[in-house]
């Protein structure tokens, strides 16, 4: 039941604590959005047998620890939900009080470490050092991979060629090879499964990579075409007419675009003979303001830089399996020194929880100790942490009273340098998880600024942020604050 003082969205709140739900939620700045958590994790601490049954994940060491000490803060009030808290401990002698560390409020990082020295046999981290600065270990086995350049075997002709992709810049190829071990939790699946290709032809490759240009293609180009209105197609047909270009917005990119890939100012001679013609230069001129002022900049640079073939076959092939080799001298430096970074940690701990047969042993006792998860600022997710919570919740099932809790806001995504992928919120927001479905909710209300300076912030973000979403190239369109 709402009341006068409540916040205009207060009925999306008490949706979001409903315990036998899942819930993405969209917080902006200002929402309250580490309150929202906090209540939802009680709510829940107030149903579960073992307060070990839920697992909030967060993506700082700062954030764990704010959000630790406000659950701690917040048993210390007396309400109805403390109260059942309180029953519930005493029952199960819980002893909160004195054992705070049963409250799982955790980084993905330390969640993935826990689980990563619990696996058995090889793929253990039990007493492996986690390195925290592993750059010189990349460093050391890209060198190396270059190294084999001058081997017998017939990994040099890979490393040649992806040397050459380089204009066999040696330093160019050490540095590149180092960031990209750092990620390889994103791309050495595919790298292997390239490789592998690799071994019975390039054919497959090469239709993989024809498949993947042309779904590329087909989503920024529909994209343009629903936002191109009957008189840009008009203007469309008329340049190509007058100037040769194939009769569509992709054959009239070079004339629209300058090298940088901004939207050209104005078209003269050097762009074609056409334009000598005054009043179709006139007409051009006054076209290409119009698409600036819709914004139409970035995708439509976007579209031009889509590649027209799978020419680089074998390019991707030679760089892959480069790539494959990169990541197993590393990881013989890590066994040799008895040391983990934290995206081999994360790695370990997927591995732990699938085989060929299907979910782990391991899985298993994690998917009965864990009921429900709880992930803050998830427009930061990565792929690969996708996956992880896909795995911690392959086994759930509604009827098992398990529920998934995301909070985040696109807008405030600013990690892609980090791999995070806007886009995974985008399409959880609309899917849910593969196990799990989940319940979008809005939140609006801003308990951080006045007015004023909010309404000042959605005038001005209005007309940064683009009028149409596309995930897949981060790209998303302004809300209301």
């Given at each position: 039941?709402?009341?006068?003082?409540?916040?205009?969205?207060?009925?999306?709140?008490?949706?979001?604590?409903?315990?036998?739900?899942?819930?993405?939620?969209?917080?902006?700045?200002?929402?309250?959005?580490?309150?929202?958590?906090?209540?939802?994790?009680?709510?829940?601490?107030?149903?579960?047998?073992?307060?070990?049954?839920?697992?909030?994940?967060?993506?700082?060491?700062?954030?764990?620890?704010?959000?630790?000490?406000?659950?701690?803060?917040?048993?210390?009030?007396?309400?109805?939900?403390?109260?059942?808290?309180?029953?519930?401990?005493?029952?199960?002698?819980?002893?909160?009080?004195?054992?705070?560390?049963?409250?799982?409020?955790?980084?993905?990082?330390?969640?993935?470490?826990?689980?990563?020295?619990?696996?058995?046999?090889?793929?253990?981290a039990d007493g492996m050092r986690i390195e925290e600065k592993p750059t010189p270990l990349y460093e050391q086995a890209a060198r190396g991979v270059l190294n084999q350049l001058f081997g017998a075997d017939s990994a040099h002709l890979y490393v040649s060629e992806f040397m050459a992709t380089l204009d066999n810049h040696a330093d160019n190829a050490e540095r590149l090879?180092?960031?990209?071990?750092?990620?390889?939790?994103?791309?050495?699946?595919?790298?292997?499964?390239?490789?592998?290709?690799?071994?019975?032809?390039?054919?497959?490759?090469?239709?993989?990579?024809?498949?993947?240009?042309?779904?590329?293609?087909?989503?920024?180009?529909?994209?343009?075409?629903?936002?191109?209105?009957?008189?840009?197609?008009?203007?469309?047909?008329?340049?190509?007419?007058?100037?040769?270009?194939?009769?569509?917005?992709?054959?009239l990119l070079p004339l629209l675009l300058t090298q940088g890939g901004g939207i050209r100012k104005t078209v003269d001679r050097r762009q074609g003979e056409a334009f000598t013609n005054k009043e179709l230069k006139s007409a051009t001129v006054e076209w290409l303001q119009d698409l600036h002022a819709r914004k139409l900049a970035g995708l439509l640079q976007a579209c031009?830089?889509?590649?027209?073939?799978?020419?680089?076959?074998?390019?991707?092939?030679?760089?892959?399996?480069?790539?494959?080799?990169?990541?197993?001298?590393?990881?013989?430096?890590?066994?040799?020194?008895?040391?983990?970074?934290?995206?081999?940690?994360?790695?370990?701990?997927?591995?732990?929880?699938?085989?060929?047969?299907?979910?782990?042993?391991?899985?298993?006792?994690?998917?009965?100790?864990?009921?429900?998860?709880?992930?803050?600022?998830?427009?930061?997710?990565?792929?690969?942490?996708?996956?992880?919570?896909?795995?911690?919740?392959?086994?759930?099932?509604?009827?098992?009273?398990?529920?998934?809790?995301?909070?985040?806001?696109?807008?405030?995504?600013?990690?892609?340098?980090?791999?995070?992928?806007?886009?995974?919120?985008?399409?959880?927001?609309?899917?849910?998880?593969?196990?799990?479905?989940?319940?979008?909710?809005?939140?609006?209300?801003?308990?951080?600024?006045?007015?004023?300076?909010?309404?000042?912030?959605?005038?001005?973000?209005?007309?940064?942020?683009?009028?149409?979403?596309?995930?897949?190239?981060?790209?998303?369109?302004?809300?209301?604050?």
């Amino acid at each position: 039941m709402t009341t006068p003082h409540d916040p205009p969205d207060q009925a999306e709140r008490q949706r979001a604590l409903a315990v036998d739900q899942s819930f993405i939620v969209q917080a902006p700045a200002g929402s309250g959005k580490t309150t929202l958590l906090v209540e939802r994790f009680l709510h829940l601490l107030a149903t579960v047998q073992r307060p070990e049954e839920i697992l909030a994940i967060t993506f700082t060491r700062a954030a764990a620890m704010e959000m630790q000490q406000r659950v701690l803060k917040a048993l210390a009030d007396d309400n109805p939900t403390t109260r059942a808290i309180a029953r519930q401990d005493q029952t199960n002698n819980w002893q909160l009080a004195q054992n705070p560390h049963l409250l799982k409020i955790q980084t993905i990082d330390s969640f993935a470490t826990e689980l990563a020295t619990q696996i058995p046999g090889a793929h253990s981290a039990d007493g492996m050092r986690i390195e925290e600065k592993p750059t010189p270990l990349y460093e050391q086995a890209a060198r190396g991979v270059l190294n084999q350049l001058f081997g017998a075997d017939s990994a040099h002709l890979y490393v040649s060629e992806f040397m050459a992709t380089l204009d066999n810049h040696a330093d160019n190829a050490e540095r590149l090879l180092s960031i990209m071990l750092g990620k390889r939790d994103q791309w050495l699946d595919v790298a292997r499964l390239i490789s592998e290709f690799a071994l019975t032809g390039a054919e497959q490759v090469e239709a993989t990579l024809d498949h993947a240009v042309e779904d590329l293609r087909s989503t920024l180009l529909s994209t343009l075409d629903q936002r191109l209105s009957a008189d840009d197609k008009a203007m469309i047909a008329r340049l190509a007419d007058a100037t040769g270009h194939p009769p569509d917005i992709s054959g009239l990119l070079p004339l629209l675009l300058t090298q940088g890939g901004g939207i050209r100012k104005t078209v003269d001679r050097r762009q074609g003979e056409a334009f000598t013609n005054k009043e179709l230069k006139s007409a051009t001129v006054e076209w290409l303001q119009d698409l600036h002022a819709r914004k139409l900049a970035g995708l439509l640079q976007a579209c031009a830089l889509l590649p027209e073939s799978n020419n680089d076959a074998s390019a991707l092939i030679a760089t892959s399996v480069t790539l494959t080799l990169a990541a197993s001298e590393l990881e013989q430096l890590l066994q040799q020194q008895r040391c983990i970074d934290f995206t081999g940690m994360l790695m370990r701990a997927m591995q732990g929880q699938r085989d060929e047969h299907g979910p782990t042993d391991l899985a298993l006792y994690w998917d009965y100790r864990i009921k429900h998860l709880l992930v803050d600022e998830f427009q930061d997710t990565s792929r690969s942490q996708y996956q992880f919570f896909n795995l911690l919740t392959e086994g759930w099932s509604y009827e098992g009273g398990n529920t998934f809790f995301a909070v985040g806001d696109p807008m405030q995504s600013i990690y892609r340098f980090r791999d995070a992928d806007v886009s995974i919120f985008s399409q959880c927001w609309q899917q849910g998880l593969p196990n799990v479905a989940l319940e979008p909710l809005q939140l609006s209300a801003n308990f951080r600024s006045d007015k004023a300076l909010v309404d000042w912030n959605n005038e001005l973000f209005s007309t940064l942020f683009p009028r149409n979403s596309l995930p897949e190239l981060g790209a998303i369109r302004f809300r209301l604050q």
